[in-house]
């Protein structure tokens, strides 16, 4: 049996030349903390490409148009880029609230999402805002997809996540419940992009994690705040609508009845978060009785 070769590629040029020369079975290593720190077995054979050091897969531009971020990028420079934070706050929030400093020093973009893990923090983000990724197949060549249609295949590998203009609203906020070193089915998250002016929301675009086996979006809860002005008895039928997609998403499961609550309280913060009011503003301390 052959041993597990490790290639350090250092730039793009380097990185295709390595992944056309190789036609076995590739794996990629990022900032190696779902692949080397959460202790699963790592691959014995085939080919093993550390992208950490690649020059020009780690940047963020944010400046004009579609928001496009190299997959290399941690989530530390994420969470601390402004001119991302101006574009989309809730994948800077989000960002920041991903582990420990030490995992959002190493951890990165690409990672996270290949990763696919249902309680990741940035792809309910990413999904919101209707997220596309650019990726690179062993043969050289290039294609787009959305980020629903992303499945990990060998050796095929995610140069960029681009956030199309056309789905950057003024407004948006992340929240999430629960730990992941407890990594339990109670987690939930929650992100949101919308207009608002005047009391008023405009177009809104949601999506949740760990409630089904990927994040995804949630179109009631979205119809429940869109066009309708933020007032009481739009945070209840919010609140009716994100607990109809809990019942909807895992009608079976024992974590539901403890999700429709959740939902509730964690989806009130939101709304708080993306206005700019205190979750303690009674508006939200009436709708959560
Ligand atoms: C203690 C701890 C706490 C954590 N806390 C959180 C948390 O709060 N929120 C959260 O969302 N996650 C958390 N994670 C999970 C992890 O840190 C993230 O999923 C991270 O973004 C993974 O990125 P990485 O670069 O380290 O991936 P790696 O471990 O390098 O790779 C993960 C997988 O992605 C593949 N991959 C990496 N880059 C690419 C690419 N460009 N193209 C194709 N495939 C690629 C690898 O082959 C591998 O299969 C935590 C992990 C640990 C160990």
Redesign the pocket.
């Given at each position: 049996m052959n041993a597990l070769a490790v290639a350090t590629p250092v730039d793009l040029t380097e990185l295709r030349a390595t992944l056309a020369a190789d036609a076995g079975p590739v794996?990629?290593?990022?900032?190696?903390?779902?692949?080397?720190?959460?202790g699963r077995p790592l691959p014995e054979t085939g080919l093993l490409v550390d992208?950490a050091r690649v020059a020009g897969m780690a940047f963020i531009d944010s400046c004009v148009g579609d928001v496009r971020i190299g997959?290399?990028t941690t989530?530390a420079a994420l969470a601390a880029d402004q001119g991302l934070r101006t574009r989309l706050a809730a994948l800077c929030e989000a960002a920041a609230?991903?582990?420990?400093v030490q995992?959002r020093n190493?951890?990165?973009?690409?990672?996270?999402i290949?990763?696919a893990?249902p309680?990741?923090?940035?792809i309910p983000v990413l999904v919101a805002a209707g997220a596309r990724l650019a990726l690179l197949r062993r043969d050289g060549t290039q294609c787009e997809i959305a980020l629903g249609e992303y499945t990990?295949i060998s050796g095929?590998?995610?140069?960029e996540v681009i956030l199309p203009e056309s789905c950057l609203l003024p407004r948006s906020a992340f929240v999430k419940l629960g730990s992941?070193?407890d990594m339990t089915i109670s987690r939930l998250n929650l992100a949101l992009l919308a207009e608002f002016r005047n009391d008023h929301f405009g177009l809104v675009r949601m999506a949740a994690g760990a409630v089904g086996p990927a994040p995804g979006r949630l179109h009631l809860a979205e119809a429940a705040l869109a066009g309708r002005k933020l007032e009481a008895a739009t945070l209840h039928n919010f609140i009716s609508a994100l607990v109809a997609e809990v019942d909807t998403a895992i009608p079976g499961r024992t974590s539901r009845l403890y999700k429709r609550r959740a939902i509730a309280g964690l989806g009130l913060d939101l709304i708080a978060q993306a206005v700019g009011l205190s979750p303690r503003d009674r508006l939200f301390e009436d709708a959560a009785q």
């Open positions: 794996r990629f290593v990022a900032g190696g903390t779902d692949m080397l720190i959460s992208l997959a290399a989530v609230q991903c582990g420990s995992i190493r951890a990165t973009i690409g990672g996270n290949a990763n893990a309680a990741a923090d940035l990990q095929q590998l995610i140069m992941r070193q």
